[in-house]
Structures are given as C-alpha cells and as structure tokens.
C-alpha cells in the first residue's frame, strides 16, 4: 500500500538484552545489527517481529525487504540478499559517488604513501622479465593468461590508484622492491612470477653464479594470499579449477617439446 510505513532501527549492539528490551517495543519493525558475516542475514530467526538483520561486509551485496499484506491484513517481512554484480542495475547516484571515490584516492596519492617494508634477509623482488632468460616456456605461456593482464582489469575501471585493489593485481607491493605506484617497472605489474614464487634475487643468484636450485616457492602456496572468502568466493572448493586457467609450466619429466 501507498500509505505503508515501516520503522527501521539501527543500532551498534544486539546482544540479548539489548535485543529483549527492544521486542517489547511495538513501534519497530526492522533492526538492522552490527555486521559480523560477509553477507546480510536474518540475525534472529526467532523474531519475524521486529525483524533483525544484518547488511553484509565489503558492499559485495545489498538487502532486500520486502513487506507484504496477507489477507487478513497482517504485515509480513522477508529480507533477502541480493549480489552487487553485473545484474543489477546500476544507480546514477551510487556510481557518481564511487567515481568521486576513486578521484579522491588518486588525488591524495594514497598509493605512494602507502608504507612499504624491506623484505627479510636481503631478498628483492627483479621482476618477471628477468625470469625470461632461464624460463622462457614458462613465460611465454603465463603471458596468454589472465593473471598477465591483472593489472589491466584494474586501469579498465580505474582502480589502479586504490591501495586495497592494487596489492593483488601487482608484484610485492607494500614491500621495498616492489610495485609502488604506475611509475614502477611494467614487469612488476600483473600477476608475475614472484607473487607465487615469491622474490627471486637469491634464486638468480645461486643459479647464475654457484648453478643452484633454491628450491623457490611452489604456485599453490600463495594462491590464498589473494583468493580469500572475501575476495574470491567462488575460490574454495574448486581450486583446481582455478588452478588449470593458468598453467604456463611443463609437466615434471615430460619432453621439451611437449605443449601444455
């Protein structure tokens, strides 16, 4: 109905007494709770009146109540989460404010000032183009990835200046020798080797000079450091999957000439 109103109340605590004393006020029909899961939920399922929710984290998603009459007049509530993706529809308002968002960043120049540390015991990051020399196969074949265009994703939209974007679309930000804003070098852009191999200063050494293996770190080791709950949700439980979009390296004592 045209003329429905619906008293929504948001508080920072929903903890039992907090939650039993407001039940005992008739006037509220909605309490949104401090968020505590990534998505929005239904925090009392006990209570349909008032109805507690929560809103979710990260803006990944939205909440929809929706109110309805029965029959006999009596108001229901639902609530539902809805995904923030390419289907819904996009609202001029919320657009405009996330685009001044990422001018602000810019203009700040939260990216430069971000703090960067040294990495223990003398390691730096040489960016993927040095790996070339040695792994050729392997680089080429990572160069027909997505993971090589990672930081294209985030120019396309223009997030290339958000320090909570960049760190996983670049090579060692937040430490001394890696990625630090767009003036850094190309190969420390995308996805490179040293972000699942980690820094490959002493591995370049001890093979060019005492013709060493160090052993560097093997792929899947590192994948979580990117692909958490909150990032990637579809990541756990097909890991394999992901893992196949981007093998660049020849099977263990399979023939040079063999093309994966």
């Known amino acids: 109905q045209d003329n429905l109103v619906l008293n929504i109340l948001i508080v920072d605590d929903c903890s039992g007494e907090v939650a039993d004393q407001i039940k005992l006020c008739d006037a509220v029909d909605v309490v949104v709770c401090p968020t505590e899961a990534d998505e929005p939920r239904i925090v009392d399922k ?8 929560s809103a979710g984290r990260l803006g990944k998603y939205v909440g929809k109540l929706t ?16 995904a923030v993706d390419e289907k819904l529809p996009a609202d001029e308002t919320l657009v405009q404010l996330y685009e001044d968002y990422k001018d602000q960043v810019r203009a700040e120049g939260l990216l430069e000032a971000y703090p960067r540390v ?5 390691l730096k990051y040489l960016g993927s183009k040095k ?7 392997e680089y080429d074949k990572w160069a027909t990835k997505a993971h090589a265009h990672a930081y294209d994703s985030l120019v396309k939209v223009g ?21 630090l804003s767009e003036t850094s070098a190309e190969d420390l852009r995308n996805v490179g080797c040293e972000v699942c191999h ?3 200063l002493d591995h370049m050494k001890a093979v060019t000079t005492q013709r060493v293996d160090t052993g560097i770190s093997q792929p899947q080791s590192r994948c979580i450091d990117c692909h958490t709950p909150d990032r990637s949700p579809g990541y756990q439980g097909h890991e394999n ?19 994966k």
Request: hydrophobic share 25%.
């Open 46 to 53: 006990e209570s349909d009146r008032p109805l507690f929710v």
């Open 67 to 82: 109110a309805r009459l029965t029959t006999d007049n009596q108001l229901r509530l639902y609530f539902d989460k809805v």
């Open 118 to 122: 040294p990495l223990p015991d003398g």
């Open 131 to 137: 790996c070339y020399s040695c792994h050729g196969y």
């Open 159 to 179: 997030s290339q200046y958000d320090p909570e974007c960049v760190g996983c679309h670049v090579v060692g930000f937040g430490y001394e020798s890696g990625f």
């Open 198 to 200: 980690g820094p490959g």
């Open 241 to 259: 999957e992901y893992l196949e979009k981007i093998v660049h390296w020849r099977e263990q004592k399979a023939s040079p000439d063999v093309k």
